[in-house]
């Protein structure tokens, strides 16, 4: 039995030392687990924490309310879109003035928010300094346990340059096609950017050959020096464009040149290159031609006029009176032949860049008096008087006062032609601060809506009546609107059907010296 006690007893300690084990063990087991707990978790937030600071480097971030009012954004979103935090908060997507964003978008987006959907698309801004750029949004609605929205979170990412980068390319694309020869280059260094295909090959360069190489590398294609000054005329920002002509070795180019600034690039010059040389020659060959022509009419013609004036003076009164009709005609074809072959030479040299164009100072007050004086009596033929206007103080400009003679005669004669006997012409200037508006105004038919957008064309006449009356070459505006723009101007006109019609150009008031 005592044996037997003894064993049990030993037994029973050893049982609750296996006990005490066993509980040190799961207490063991249990403090590894929440250790192992606690590491998993710190390291769930620090993953955390980095993918947060990736969106906050990569992406815009906002935080709208459910009435769209931005409550939190990151700066991201005020670095990009250059706001002040207080300018933002509190605001909507659209009082930020999104480009097209319009109220149906506004209202779609909304709609998908309260339906628990999830909204993608992309939209363009633009910064106070006028630059734009694009993101692409992702828009996500946050709903409360009733499935009611409480707030929305958006990832918004710039993709200006990959937008920029497209266009590029298929810019390029389309560029490597054309037949004239296209050269994009930096302003800083005149280092090329971009050169399509033509180009290439009239160079006898490799594709990407350009890349690193400048203008003065192209050899006698071009004459750096000029295209240098229409660089700065254009850097001016006061034109956008400029074309001109250069003569390179076996060919003439004709050279347009722009200065372009794209969204997401650098600035750059753009010029295109046609080569003029074919069509120079047979512009050459025309001008001779219609100037042997007209050279050759104008004599005989002189002739035939001063002959029908002699018969006219002489004769006249011996002559029937349908002869004297017949003697009329003669006459006035004469003269409207006469004024069509000097309107055609002056023309062609308007075109060849001969017309004479000496500019001094020219009071146009005296100038329009006198325009008055020499075309009252054409007026008189219609019924019609000129009156100046505003021509009783010295407005001195830098012109050339045959030209602009001619110009004063060429409108003052069409309103003659347009207006009503009895009516008045009104011929004069108005100050408008540094320049003078020199006006021709009549109250006569107008111009027809339908041809007025060509009225300035060469062999353009507004319609009339009485063609009888008009008459004409159609090129007289067509002058004059060269002339003007030999001037640094540009003839405009205003005119109401049946009210009458008032064309004007504008030039640069100077300070009076030598009166020409």
């Known amino acids: 039995m005592d ?30 687990l929440t250790l192992r707990t606690k590491r998993l978790t710190a390291e769930m937030q620090r993953q955390a924490e980095r993918f947060r600071a ?33 300018e933002v908060i509190g605001a909507t997507i659209p009082d930020l003035e999104p480009i097209g964003v319009t109220p149906e978008r506004v209202a779609d987006i909304d709609a998908k928010m309260r339906a628990g959907q999830i909204w993608s698309g992309e939209t363009c801004w633009q910064r106070r300094d006028g630059s734009q750029y694009f993101t692409h949004s992702t828009v996500v609605p946050v709903m409360d346990s009733r499935g009611r929205l409480v707030e929305t979170f958006a990832i918004r990412t710039d993709v200006t340059e990959s937008k920029a980068a497209d266009s590029e390319n298929q810019l390029r694309a389309t560029l490597d096609m054309w037949q004239d020869e296209v050269w994009m280059f930096h302003p800083e260094d005149l280092t090329f950017s971009y050169m399509n295909q033509r180009a290439l090959q009239r160079l006898g360069w490799m594709d990407g050959a350009y890349v690193g190489r400048s203008l003065s590398e192209t050899g006698a294609l071009v004459e750096i020096a000029q295209i240098q000054r229409e660089m700065r005329r254009l850097q001016t920002g006061r034109i956008r464009s400029t074309s001109f002509e250069q003569m390179t070795q076996d060919r003439t180019v004709e050279i347009t040149l722009q200065y372009v600034r794209p969204t997401g690039n650098a600035a750059r010059f753009v010029a295109i290159l046609r080569d003029v040389t074919e069509r120079q020659a047979a512009m050459r060959a025309k001008a001779e031609f219609t100037a042997m022509v007209s050279h050759e009419l104008r004599t005989p013609l002189t002739s035939i006029k001063g002959g029908l ?208």
């Open 3 to 32: 044996v037997l006690r003894v064993t049990l007893l030993w037994l029973a300690q050893r049982t609750e030392l296996l006990s005490m084990l066993g509980c040190l063990l799961l207490t063991l087991s249990l403090l590894c």
């Open 54 to 86: 990736a969106v906050d480097e990569h992406c815009m971030v906002n935080v709208s309310d459910a009435e769209g009012h931005i409550k939190a954004v990151n700066a991201k979103f005020l670095a990009t879109s250059g706001l002040m935090l207080d």
């Open 309 to 516: 004036g002699l018969l006219a003076m002489t004769a006249s009164a011996d002559l029937s009176d349908r002869a004297r009709g017949i003697l009329g005609i003669a006459q006035r074809n004469t003269d409207r032949l006469i004024l069509l072959v000097n309107d055609i030479l002056d023309l062609e040299k308007i075109d060849a860049g001969k017309l004479d164009m000496r500019l001094v100072e020219t009071d146009l007050s005296a100038l329009i008096r006198e325009a008055i004086e020499v075309n009252g009596s054409y007026g008189a033929q219609f019924g019609v008087r000129f009156r100046g206007v505003g021509t009783d103080t010295p407005a001195v400009v830098e012109a050339s006062p045959e030209r602009l003679m001619q110009v004063l005669a060429n409108l003052m004669s069409n309103a003659a032609k347009f207006s009503h006997a009895g009516d008045e012409v009104e011929v004069g200037i108005e100050r408008r601060g540094k320049t003078l508006r020199i006006f021709v105004r009549d109250r006569g038919d107008g111009i027809p809506l339908e041809a007025q957008p060509r009225i300035l064309e060469r062999f353009t006449q507004a319609d009339s009546g009485d063609k009888r009356k008009v008459g004409g070459t159609g090129l007289g505006l067509a002058i004059v609107k060269a002339i003007i723009e030999q001037h640094g101007s540009e003839i405009r006109f205003t005119s109401v059907p049946g009210e009458g019609t008032e064309f004007h150009f504008e030039l640069l008031e100077h300070v009076a010296r030598n009166v020409a």
